[in-house]
């Protein structure tokens, strides 16, 4: 849920799923990253025009995507992102979210500036939240090998990372949803929605 915490910059730091109003906030912050940042997100090097082709479909392309906000500018994103075709919808207590299938992946990327602070496993966190909760049970995590900072912290929350070549691999491997967890969701996604109409009307 996006509600306020308290970073060791001593500023609001908050996470939201992000939605297509907010398209131009996802291009802004990806037109910021610097190369480097860049480079570690896309798995290696990347033109002006790539990134911003990529940042105008991030947020209608199958799966979902979370902002971490910083004062109320976003400063990391995180996306969960299906390794395949979309199977059919859930059944039963799952009835109604996106199914994603037995696998997903997850991305993500914080500013420079904005690195140490906890943005990124709190993301992570909602990233495996919402998988869990989608049918997911292996969380998929691909990164350079040397961007030490995302190996960290999959480490951390339990991926098994393999080095191969240039790049580093693993999953983790979720619990299966409980009803807490989906009603707890469910609350978080309807603040969330209800934050994104209130942004979109404020820059309107």
Do not use: Q
Not at 25 to 53: H, K
Not at 75 to 94: A, C, D, M, N
Not at 131 to 144: I, K, T, Y
């Amino acid at each position: 849920m996006a509600l306020p915490r308290m970073n060791s910059t001593g500023l609001p730091v908050s996470v939201r799923r992000l939605w297509p109003s907010d398209r131009a906030r996802v291009l802004g912050y990806f037109l910021r990253l610097d190369p480097e940042t860049r480079a570690n997100r896309f798995m290696g090097a990347v033109s002006a025009a790539g990134v911003r082709a990529y940042a105008e479909s991030a947020v209608t392309a199958d799966g979902l995507i979370f902002g971490a906000f910083v004062d109320g500018a976003l400063r990391g994103l995180g996306e969960l992102r299906p390794t395949g075709p979309l199977p059919s919808p859930l059944p039963g207590p799952l009835a109604g979210r996106m199914a994603l299938g037995p696998e997903a992946e997850a991305a993500f990327a914080v500013e420079r500036d904005y690195r140490r602070n906890g943005i990124g496993t709190a993301l992570f966190a909602r990233i495996t939240d919402a998988a869990r909760n989608r049918g997911v049970s292996d969380l998929h995590v691909r990164c350079l090998s040397r961007n030490g900072p995302m190996r960290g912290l999959a480490a951390k929350l339990g991926a098994d990372l393999r080095l191969l070549g240039g790049e580093a691999e693993g999953a983790l491997h979720l619990a299966r949803p409980t009803p807490f967890s989906l009603w707890h969701e469910s609350i978080a996604e309807a603040f969330d929605f209800t934050l994104a109409v209130a942004s979109a009307g404020a820059r309107a």
